[in-house]
């Protein structure tokens, strides 16, 4: 079974920095996904990641894929308050259809 | 385009009772599926419906049910609460396919609180 693990579990930043949330996965994974999630509000999807090497970008996020080393990244350039939520990444495989596998989630709090 | 929505927003049973969540996705979707959010297990795959068949489950006992209709809303129940079971439970639609734009739209859930 797909197991994914997400570190740090908890990151607090000052503006204006960068950094790098991890997401790595057991086995096999057919698309990797990042969702953010705001207190008390349902998951938005921010990136989608289809194979090895793919790169999303939108606006100060940007998430790549390294399937050989079965590792997505989160990068964060130059934070800004409004960033403060919870980011999810999750994977499947698309012989379980929609049976995502989600990581414990990425607590990111960007102090002003 | 409506999103996802999902009733009630808030529910407080008590142990032993059953209680029935409600999700009608976005127009045109066909696939719903259902997961609990809680602090400790963090978000967990209940099951999935496609054009009203149950086509995958996750690991959840029998007293977790669901079905969905010929309009692709969904109902999720739980039989005989109990006080593990308050979590927050997420509906999420999606069109079903395997294409490479394919992801969930979350609805904004349901809090159920079991005491």
């Known amino acids: 079974e797909l197991k994914v693990e997400q570190n740090p579990l908890f990151l607090s930043m000052q503006e204006g920095k960068n950094y790098t949330i991890y997401c790595n996965y057991s086995?096999?994974?057919?698309?990797l996904y990042w969702y953010r999630q705001d207190p008390g509000k349902s998951l938005e999807s921010l990136f989608v990641?289809?194979?090895?090497?793919a790169v999303k970008q939108e606006g100060r996020l940007m998430a790549s894929l390294d399937t050989k080393a079965r590792l997505s990244t989160l990068h964060i350039t130059a934070a800004v308050h409004d960033l403060s939520a919870t980011y999810f990444c999750a994977g499947k495989n698309l012989y379980n259809f929609n049976k995502f596998y989600f990581g414990s989630g990425t607590k990111l709090n960007v102090k002003p | 385009k409506a999103g996802v929505t999902q009733t009630p927003r808030y529910l407080i049973k008590t142990r032993g009772q059953q209680v029935t969540l409600s999700c009608s996705p976005i127009?045109?979707?066909?696939?719903v599926s259902w997961y609990q959010q809680t602090p400790g297990q963090g978000l967990q795959f209940l099951f999935e419906y496609f054009s009203e068949t149950q086509r995958n489950k996750g690991n959840f006992p029998g007293r977790f049910s669901g079905r969905q209709f010929s309009n692709s809303r969904s109902e999720m129940n739980v039989s005989t609460l109990e006080l593990g079971d308050s979590a927050l439970y997420l509906c999420a639609s999606s069109l079903g396919g395997t294409g490479p734009n394919e992801k969930l739209f979350f609805g904004s859930g349901t809090q159920l609180s079991v005491l």
């Open positions: 990641l289809l194979s090895n090497g």
């Open positions: 127009s045109g979707h066909r696939s």
């Open positions: 086995t096999t994974s057919d698309r």
